[in-house]
T-cell receptor, first 114, second 110 residues
């Protein structure tokens, strides 16, 4: 298995533009998580899905952020419009269930909004 | 989930054992202790977890005190590649997702 695959690895965009981050979880995993990491705030959980259904999106900072999981093998995190303070590394992770054992993280997407 | 307290940073000589402490004095009976680490520019990586008993795997050992209020992650022979931020997380195993604190930055020195 190639692990959790995120794309793109790096994204530089201008303020106001729409940004879409993509994640392919490990086949067979039924939970998917989106995290954001900055120096100031560390690793923050944004949203997670169980069996493709969003369970808790209380970590999503604003309405500008949205996430979807149309099927078991794909998820997107969209920011529209993007702002400089959204600059961060965004990680996707998957696991067999919501429990902590067996989280596999992707390599992350480094987003820079200028 | 119970709160954890970890030192901000630690140093360890290469080849020596690295002992990373974690305080979780408010842990409840059904909460597990998990350890993850994050090597620079990579996503966090699962290391080990336990409830009451000490645990060991190919990466590390986890020692949990009898009262469960603290634990220690042991890397028996630290290498330069073990330089990373180590996160101690306490949570119920099946219920809520992982919430990361600030962790301990371990520097392994040659």
């Amino acid at each position: 298995d190639a692990g959790v695959i995120q794309s793109p690895r790096h994204e530089v965009t201008e303020m106001g533009q729409e940004v879409t981050l993509r994640c392919k979880p490990i086949s067979g995993h039924n939970s998917l998580f989106w995290y954001r990491q900055t120096m100031m705030r560390g690793l923050e959980l944004l949203i997670y899905f169980n069996n493709n259904v969003p369970i808790d999106d209380s970590g999503m900072p604003e309405d500008r952020f949205s996430a979807k999981m149309p099927n078991a093998s794909f998820s997107t995190l969209k920011i529209q419009p993007s702002e400089p303070r959204d600059s961060a590394v965004y990680f996707c992770a998957s696991s067999f269930e919501t429990g902590g054992y067996g989280y596999t993280f992707g390599s992350g997407t480094r987003l820079t909004v200028v | 989930d119970a709160k954890t307290t970890q030192p901000t940073s630690m140093d360890c000589a290469e080849g020596r054992a690295a002992n990373l402490p974690c305080n979780h004095s408010t842990i409840s009976g059904n909460e597990y202790v998990y350890w993850y680490r994050q090597i620079h520019s990579q996503g966090p990586q699962y290391i080990i977890h336990g409830l009451k008993n000490n645990e060991t795997n190919e990466m590390a050992s986890l020692i949990i005190t009898e009262d469960r209020k603290s634990s220690t992650l042991i890397l028996p022979h630290a290498t330069l590649r073990d330089t990373a931020v180590y996160y101690c997380i306490v949570r119920v195993e099946r219920n809520t997702p992982l919430v990361f604190g600030k962790g301990t930055r371990l520097s392994v020195i040659a």
